[in-house]
């Protein structure tokens, strides 16, 4: 299934993307939750009424007539992994990491799939990767690898967007990757039984419809059920945590010159099997100034 928050008549729900339509869980399931985290720790039932609920055939809402949101809200974690395709170590000059190099992307960056994204006041340096990210569906700990799989809600594309001055300015990454609108996730979070083998999805980027990052996930230095069996050694994974596997090279802040984004780039990012997102850019608007 291809699950979707969306919104509509001023509503904002969860449903299932069937082709061009939308089935609408809140009209066609009452009872499930209409909020994608709540529905997710309901765990098999929820899946299994959701899944009815496709089969049933009921009305559906034109697609065009929904906006659709980041398929997780506000994700209780977004824990993203640095340098983890061996081309983006080369063109970054780094050393292969011994172990999985994980940082935190704040909730609030979490971003629609088609919504623009901002060109901060505080920096020019912004940067896009195109990455597959995982959706915990199960709270877990100390999950070994073999079994990793029994955890995994599904999948869906992520722009971990970057400021990269700020990226780099300190040790830790959070304060770069973690700009409010700078990971646009989606379009749907895609089941794990439709996604057979996450590790042989194709991944593409393109800016202004320049191909800038082609790659596959066969090419992870840290495959997915690795770095679920990393993190879950010290803490615990909980439904609708975001994993972000890490971007291949091809990246804007490495190209001589630098390419960096501005206000009406277009950036789409498209992996096999999951669909892709596309997002604008565009100055960081007067508004987001706010006390309160």
Known sequence: MRLITFTASG????????GEGVVDLQAAAPDLPTEMVAFLEAGDAALEGARAALDAGGSRLALTDVSLESPILRPPKILAVGLNYADHVAEAGMETPKFPMIFNK???AAHPP????????ASGALDYEGELA????KRCRHVPKERAHEVIAGFMICNDVSVRDWQIRVPTFTMGKSFDTHCPLGPALVTSDEVPDPHSLDVRTWVNGELRQSSNTKHLIFDCHTLIEHLSTAFT??????IPTGTPGGVGAVMKPPKFLVAGDVVKIAISGLGEIENSVIAEPESTARIG
């Open 237 to 242: 994974l909980e439904p609708g945590d975001v």
């Open 134 to 137: 995982m959706v915990i569906g």
């Open 106 to 108: 704040q909730s609030t």
């Open 11 to 18: 509503t904002t729900r969860i449903g299932v993307l069937d």
């Open 114 to 121: 088609h919504a623009p994204f901002h060109l901060p006041r």
